[in-house]
């Protein structure tokens, strides 16, 4: 299986993440040798009869309904690059998008 | 404060490796001012643990080795930082790393390559690299890292230095960036199993902000058992391929006989899946490290990229240039194998493989075994650039050490004895919760083993 | 226009949880904070951040999930919904996908064209939040306020099962008023505390096949819900009568024009790349748990309607007006137990107190027992009606028990026979004229005379008693 050039540039749009053009063939044949790697990974029985594995605790375990922010040292102003008026600021949304 | 200033002379003379990105200036400050602050009365007192970069500090600055971070300040700190502290332990400065911990090199750094401390042209290992070589180095005696994959064995292994790696869920992830939530544990680097272990035992424990941390008491430090007498050591055969460094392999019997001459019992075991460790890790890694990485936008902290008209080219600008060509090559892989269509193919095949790994690991355990021994990576620290044009070459420097992280088991690594000069590393891999073993047959074997002379 | 088309509607409805602090932290969900000071580092997704689940918030969304008679899972999966929005904070919202809380539910509702039905509910399931983006705050730059982002929601789906844009209405009013019953949430569309999108298609009349559908989103108040739904069904018999056929998409409310638009972003951004959270182990939930959430449910508004009609022998339409609300509906079985008479405590709260907390930020003022006791002193002749509603008024304005009240305001009838024997007699004779008229058979001057003593009175007399004594001296001897 190969990774196509509109593939790559599709998936890069997902992740919103822009590539250039000069390094598009060498990102998709990585991405191809890299994914045909991986797919021996189709030798595993697909029946879904394996019960997944996740670490960790078996069941979540709850927080009681306080109010008790955990704290900030120091507020969005000094780590947020554009803060103006209390609110983080991006280039213009449309409403309708 | 005169140690403060011996500490910060230390870390100043081994610059060259290019270990710490702490400035010298800030670092020096730093830790007089936290000298003055530390408790007298803590188990670590006066102790310089230096903290991988992608760890969250107050003191300074968490850039993840990644120039999308560039500068960035913490507004919080991990939780692993602030038993550390209060335990009278110094944070000795941020150490270099693969950026987001995706590497085995710490090549992959935006601020340049570790250099290994004893082979100026060969890598320290990675994604942990910067913690590997101070520690290597003996500048500091102990420094705190992450594992997603073996970003801390695999390092540690090639510097000739300890590193564990605890079960998942025995400490806090609260305040280490992610990467791969399901996989990633802070792990500990120390120039003897001691100060691993009581770095280790230090941050262990609940902690209310991890919901994936277990509700346990922090791990109790063992002492040095008279013998290994009643230990039962496996060598699974998959972790011994023909092919396998014959340096390695001579390091490797020789612990073994170590480890025998002690009383453990030693049994050859079977782990059957462990050809398809490095495949699940590489499916489910970069799926979850996709969504992991996918808050840095350049909306709410870190730089942004362009002076962009319109907020999807402020994205793409911003993450295309933030990230290095690795992350972004696993955001994309990432991206693909959980994208509609794709799933069941990739991340649904990975989870159930991970299943069968871990099945394996409680197939041996279960038979009567207590721990197993491997070696920790196929081969010696590689030279720079030799591995970087491929990716899987990379990706398989990890093949020995994926497997725990899998499995999410306790797994260490202690140095066995140098081929050519460079340090091989013997890893332990545990049971769940069970590092306490793990770390009784450490220390009988690093009492006997002679760690750096030619195996 | 919809003659001869039949418009299949399901309704996918956000509600806010009833809860104090975040789902995933310890922020505050309080509404009206300045901007981004109600952030911690797990709600700005900052770098190393983990979330904490709320167990409230898991107990409300049981809670919901019960009274809709939905299966609640002993083990459900929280998982990632990856997209990229200014005002989402982590680029993925922690939600539910392949295993839900909850599924297969039933809300029953009163339709106007088909009277009682019932919707199933698909699922329901938690989630988080986002921000807020504010696109009218600055010249050429989208302001992001994060005080919202981590709000604790349940997502309700139910199945294509509503007929009509006012269907559609009817069961969100249902759905509303049984989960404010609940107290899982208040509701307000104002505040965002419910919203809903509508997946809509049409069909002939008849058919049985489900056509493309669209969603519509952006009704952000009750009023607009029916509007935007008939705006779009009307929008696709057009183009299907025109002979086009109805594309998949998401449509845009304008409530400013009345009016639908096309979402303007990528197909491919609905790629949401879901999958299990890692940083979040199962939800489970013991038997036990849910059980003592089902037995400590309260009665809904619909049963509650059925019991009021059939205990206190009212009209199906004052049951469920006095049921509309469990505030109302608790506190007219309040008056009622406190000893005033079911039809008239009824006809109270309907009236004067229903006004009254309309005008008083829905406050019911006057305490049930004080209710109680204004029906008694009416009943017995205390108060008149009129006399009554002021000290309604009063009570409500100024609290106090009613009958010291009255008789403050000198409102209390005069019952005393002896005392409207006095002003009989100066009536009598002031009116000798009309007195006679009314000996020698005009019987209808009654209402003059009483009127008159009601007069000398100032209104205190007890108007039966004092016709009674009128009468007495009427028919004995001159
Ligand atoms: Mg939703
Ligand atoms: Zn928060």
Same mark, same amino acid.
């Given at each position: 299986?190969?990774?196509?050039?509109?593939?790559?540039?599709?998936?890069?749009?997902?992740?919103?993440?822009?590539?250039?053009?000069?390094?598009?063939?060498?990102?998709?044949?990585?991405?191809?040798?890299?994914?045909?790697?991986?797919?021996?990974?189709?030798?595993?029985?697909?029946?879904?009869?394996?019960?997944?594995?996740?670490?960790?605790?078996?069941?979540?375990?709850?927080?009681?309904?306080?109010?008790?922010?955990?704290?900030?040292?120091?507020?969005?102003?000094?780590?947020?690059?554009?803060?103006?008026?209390?609110?983080?600021?991006?280039?213009?949304?449309?409403?309708?998008? | 404060?005169?140690?403060?200033?011996?500490?910060?002379?230390?870390?100043?003379?081994?610059? #060259?490796?290019?270990?710490?990105?702490?400035?010298?200036?800030?670092?020096?400050?730093?830790?007089?001012?936290?000298?003055?602050?530390?408790?007298?009365?803590?188990?670590?007192?006066?102790?310089?643990?230096?903290?991988?970069?992608?760890?969250?500090?107050?003191?300074?600055?968490?850039?993840?080795?990644?120039?999308?971070?560039?500068?960035?300040?913490?507004?919080?700190?991990?939780?692993?930082?602030?038993?550390?502290?209060?335990?009278?332990?110094?944070?000795?400065?941020?150490?270099?790393?693969?950026?987001?911990?995706?590497?085995?090199?710490?090549?992959?750094?935006?601020?340049?390559?570790?250099?290994?401390?004893?082979?100026?042209?060969?890598?320290?290992?990675?994604?942990?690299?910067?913690?590997?070589?101070?520690?290597?180095?003996?500048?500091?005696?102990?420094?705190?890292?992450?594992?997603?994959?073996?970003?801390?064995?695999?390092?540690?292994?090639?510097?000739?230095?300890?590193?564990?790696?605890?079960?998942?869920?025995?400490?806090?992830?609260?305040?280490?960036?992610?990467?791969?939530?399901?996989?990633?544990?802070?792990?500990?680097?120390?120039?003897?199993?001691?100060?691993?272990?009581?770095?280790?035992?230090?941050?262990?424990?609940?902690?209310? #902000?991890?919901?994936?941390?277990?509700?346990?008491?922090?791990?109790?430090?063992?002492?040095?058992?008279?013998?290994?007498?009643?230990?039962?050591?496996?060598?699974?055969?998959?972790?011994?391929?023909?092919?396998?460094?014959?340096?390695?392999? #001579?390091?490797?019997?020789?612990?073994?006989?170590?480890?025998?001459?002690?009383?453990?019992?030693?049994?050859?075991?079977?782990?059957?899946?462990?050809?398809?460790?490095?495949?699940?890790?590489?499916?489910?890694?970069?799926?979850?490290?996709?969504?992991?990485?996918?808050?840095?936008?350049?909306?709410?902290?870190?730089?942004?990229?362009?002076?962009?008209?319109?907020?999807?080219?402020?994205?793409?600008?911003? #993450?295309?240039?933030?990230?290095?060509?690795?992350?972004?090559?696993?955001?994309?892989?990432?991206?693909?194998?959980?994208?509609?269509?794709?799933?069941?193919?990739?991340?649904?095949?990975?989870?159930?493989?991970?299943?069968?790994?871990?099945?394996?690991?409680?197939?041996?355990?279960?038979?009567?075994?207590?721990?197993?021994?491997?070696?920790?990576?196929?081969?010696?620290?590689?030279?720079?650039?030799?591995?970087?044009?491929?990716?899987?070459?990379?990706?398989?420097?990890?093949?020995?050490?994926?497997?725990?992280?899998?499995?999410?088991?306790?797994?260490?690594?202690?140095?066995?004895?140098?081929?050519?000069?460079?340090?091989?590393?013997?890893?332990?891999?545990?049971?769940?919760?069970?590092?306490?073993?793990?770390?009784?047959?450490?220390?009988?074997?690093?009492?006997?083993?002679?760690?750096?002379?030619?195996? | 226009?919809?003659?001869?088309?039949?418009?299949?509607?399901?309704?996918?409805?956000?509600?806010?949880?009833?809860?104090?602090?975040?789902?995933?932290?310890?922020?505050?969900?309080?509404?009206?904070?300045?901007?981004?000071?109600?952030?911690?580092?797990?709600?700005?997704?900052?770098?190393?951040?983990?979330?904490?689940?709320?167990?409230?918030?898991?107990?409300?969304?049981?809670?919901?999930?019960?009274?809709?008679?939905?299966?609640?899972?002993?083990?459900?999966?929280?998982?990632?919904?990856?997209?990229?929005?200014?005002?989402?904070?982590?680029?993925?919202?922690?939600?539910?996908?392949?295993?839900?809380?909850?599924?297969?539910?039933?809300?029953?509702?009163?339709?106007?064209?088909?009277?009682?039905?019932?919707?199933?509910?698909?699922?329901?399931?938690?989630?988080?939040?986002?921000?807020?983006?504010?696109?009218?705050?600055?010249?050429?730059?989208?302001?992001?306020?994060?005080?919202?982002?981590?709000?604790?929601?349940?997502?309700?789906?139910?199945?294509?099962?509503?007929?009509?844009?006012?269907?559609?209405?009817?069961?969100?009013?249902?759905?509303?008023?049984?989960?404010?019953?609940?107290?899982?949430?208040?509701?307000?569309?104002?505040?965002?505390?419910?919203?809903?999108?509508?997946?809509?298609?049409?069909?002939?009349?008849?058919?049985?096949?489900?056509?493309?559908?669209?969603?519509?989103?952006?009704?952000?108040?009750?009023?607009?819900?029916?509007?935007?739904?008939?705006?779009?069904?009307?929008?696709?018999?057009?183009?299907?009568?025109?002979?086009?056929?109805?594309?998949?998409?998401?449509?845009?409310?304008?409530?400013?024009?009345?009016?639908?638009?096309?979402?303007?972003?990528?197909?491919?951004?609905?790629?949401?790349?879901?999958?299990?959270?890692?940083?979040?182990?199962?939800?489970?939930?013991?038997?036990?748990?849910?059980?003592?959430?089902?037995?400590?449910?309260?009665?809904?508004?619909?049963?509650?309607?059925?019991?009021?009609?059939?205990?206190?022998?009212?009209?199906?339409?004052?049951?469920?007006?006095?049921?509309?609300?469990?505030?109302?509906?608790?506190?007219?079985?309040?008056?009622?137990?406190?000893?005033?008479?079911?039809?008239?405590?009824?006809?109270?709260?309907?009236?004067?107190?229903?006004?009254?907390?309309?005008?008083?930020?829905?406050?019911?003022?006057?305490?049930?027992?004080?209710?109680?006791?204004?029906?008694?002193?009416?009943?017995?002749?205390?108060?008149?009606?009129?006399?009554?509603?002021?000290?309604?008024?009063?009570?409500?304005?100024?609290?106090?028990?009613?009958?010291?009240?009255?008789?403050?305001?000198?409102?209390?009838?005069?019952?005393?026979?002896?005392?409207?024997?006095?002003?009989?007699?100066?009536?009598?004779?002031?009116?000798?004229?009309?007195?006679?008229?009314?000996?020698?058979?005009?019987?209808?001057?009654?209402?003059?005379?009483?009127?008159?003593?009601?007069?000398?009175?100032?209104?205190?007399?007890?108007?039966?008693?004092?016709?009674?004594?009128?009468?007495?001296?009427?028919?004995?001897?001159?």
């Amino acid at each position: 299986m190969s990774v196509t050039r509109d593939e790559v540039l599709r998936i890069a749009r997902l992740a919103e993440l822009e590539v250039d053009e000069e390094t598009l063939p060498e990102l998709s044949e990585q991405m191809s040798r890299i994914l045909d790697y991986v797919a021996q990974l189709s030798a595993v029985p697909a029946n879904g009869t394996v019960k997944i594995f996740v670490p960790g605790p078996d069941a979540i375990r709850f927080r009681t309904d306080e109010v008790s922010p955990w704290p900030l040292a120091f507020g969005p102003a000094e780590f947020a690059p554009a803060f103006k008026e209390g609110f983080f600021v991006v280039p213009r949304l449309d409403q309708f998008e | 404060m005169s140690d403060a200033k011996a500490i910060a002379d230390r870390l100043t003379k081994v610059r #060259r490796l290019n270990a710490l990105l702490t400035p010298s200036k800030d670092l020096r400050k730093s830790l007089t001012a936290q000298a003055a602050a530390a408790r007298p009365t803590g188990v670590l007192y006066g102790m310089p643990v230096a903290v991988k970069d992608n760890i969250c500090t107050l003191e300074f600055t968490t850039s993840c080795g990644s120039r999308i971070l560039e500068g960035y300040r913490s507004p919080y700190e991990a939780t692993a930082v602030a038993k550390l502290k209060a335990a009278g332990a110094l944070i000795a400065g941020k150490t270099n790393c693969d950026e987001f911990a995706m590497g085995s090199s710490t090549e992959h750094s935006a601020y340049g390559r570790v250099i290994h401390p004893l082979d100026k042209a060969r890598v320290p290992g990675g994604s942990s690299g910067g913690s590997a070589a101070l520690v290597g180095s003996g500048a500091i005696p102990a420094a705190l890292g992450s594992e997603t994959g073996g970003s801390v064995r695999q390092p540690a292994s090639f510097c000739g230095v300890v590193g564990i790696k605890p079960t998942y869920g025995r400490v806090s992830r609260y305040g280490l960036v992610a990467f791969g939530s399901s996989l990633d544990q802070i792990g500990v680097f120390g120039r003897s199993v001691h100060d691993a272990a009581r770095v280790l035992s230090v941050i262990s424990g609940r902690d209310p #902000r991890d919901s994936t941390c277990e509700d346990r008491d922090p791990l109790r430090l063992p002492t040095v058992p008279e013998s290994l007498q009643g230990f039962v050591i496996g060598l699974p055969r998959e972790y011994f391929p023909p092919e396998l460094d014959p340096g390695v392999r #001579r390091a490797c019997e020789r612990a073994v006989r170590f480890l025998k001459e002690q009383g453990a019992a030693i049994r050859e075991v079977s782990l059957p899946h462990t050809a398809y460790a490095v495949p699940t890790y590489y499916v489910l890694a970069p799926a979850e490290a996709s969504s992991n990485l996918a808050r840095y936008d350049g909306v709410r902290y870190g730089p942004r990229f362009n002076g962009a008209a319109d907020l999807r080219s402020l994205y793409r600008s911003t #993450r295309g240039q933030g990230f290095g060509p690795e992350v972004r090559r696993r955001i994309l892989v990432g991206t693909y194998v959980l994208s509609a269509g794709y799933y069941d193919a990739y991340y649904r095949r990975a989870q159930q493989m991970r299943a069968l790994i871990a099945q394996d690991f409680r197939n041996v355990f279960d038979r009567g075994v207590d721990l197993l021994f491997t070696p920790t990576t196929p081969t010696p620290a590689f030279k720079a650039g030799e591995k970087l044009g491929d990716p899987i070459a990379m990706y398989l420097s990890d093949i020995f050490t994926v497997t725990a992280n899998l499995a999410g088991l306790p797994a260490m690594t202690l140095p066995i004895g140098r081929v050519k000069g460079l340090p091989i590393g013997g890893q332990l891999i545990g049971q769940a919760f069970l590092e306490d073993e793990m770390i009784e047959a450490a220390y009988a074997l690093e009492r006997v083993v002679p760690a750096t002379d030619e195996a | 226009m919809a003659s001869g088309w039949e418009t299949v509607i399901g309704l996918e409805t956000h509600v806010q949880l009833r809860t104090k602090s975040k789902m995933f932290c310890g922020c505050s969900t309080a509404f009206g904070a300045p901007p981004n000071t109600q952030v911690c580092p797990v709600c700005l997704g900052l770098p190393g951040a983990l979330p904490v689940p709320n167990g409230e918030a898991i107990r409300l969304a049981v809670r919901a999930a019960l009274a809709l008679g939905c299966t609640v899972h002993p083990k459900s999966v929280l998982a990632r919904k990856n997209y990229f929005y200014p005002d989402l904070p982590k680029g993925y919202q922690i939600s539910q996908h392949d295993q839900p809380l909850a599924t297969s539910g039933t809300l029953s509702f009163i339709s106007p064209e088909r009277g009682g039905v019932s919707a199933g509910i698909i699922r329901l399931h938690v989630e988080e939040d986002a921000g807020k983006s504010i696109h009218d705050r600055f010249p050429k730059a989208t302001a992001v306020d994060l005080n919202r982002s981590g709000v604790p929601l349940i997502e309700i789906v139910s199945a294509p099962d509503l007929r009509s844009p006012a269907e559609a209405r009817a069961y969100l009013l249902t759905l509303k008023q049984q989960l404010e019953y609940l107290g899982i949430s208040d509701c307000d569309m104002e505040k965002g505390s419910l919203r809903v999108d509508a997946n809509v298609s049409v069909r002939r009349a008849g058919a049985t096949e489900l056509n493309t559908r669209t969603e519509v989103k952006n009704i952000n108040s009750f009023a607009f819900v029916e509007k935007a739904l008939t705006v779009e069904r009307d929008r696709q018999i057009a183009v299907v009568e025109s002979g086009g056929a109805v594309m998949q998409q998401t449509m845009l409310y304008d409530s400013k024009e009345n009016a639908v638009r096309p979402q303007r972003t990528k197909e491919e951004s609905h790629d949401y790349r879901y999958f299990p959270e890692p940083d979040l182990p199962p939800l489970v939930l013991t038997p036990e748990f849910v059980a003592e959430q089902q037995s400590d449910l309260p009665e809904l508004p619909s049963a509650k309607r059925d019991r009021f009609a059939a205990q206190y022998a009212l009209s199906r339409e004052h049951a469920a007006v006095l049921t509309a609300s469990r505030a109302v509906a608790e506190y007219y079985e309040s008056v009622v137990h406190a000893g005033a008479e079911a039809q008239a405590a009824a006809n109270w709260v309907m009236t004067e107190a229903l006004a009254d907390a309309g005008d008083h930020q829905e406050q019911l003022r006057v305490p049930p027992a004080a209710l109680a006791q204004i029906v008694a002193l009416v009943k017995g002749g205390t108060l008149s009606h009129q006399a009554a509603k002021r000290v309604f008024a009063e009570v409500a304005a100024k609290g106090g028990d009613p009958r010291t009240v009255a008789e403050a305001l000198g409102l209390v009838q005069v019952a005393d026979t002896n005392v409207l024997a006095g002003w009989v007699s100066d009536v009598l004779g002031a009116h000798a004229t009309e007195v006679a008229r009314y000996r020698s058979g005009e019987t209808k001057l009654m209402g003059f005379l009483l009127g008159q003593v009601m007069r000398a009175s100032r209104g205190k007399a007890d108007p039966k008693l004092a016709q009674r004594v009128l009468e007495e001296k009427l028919a004995s001897a001159p």
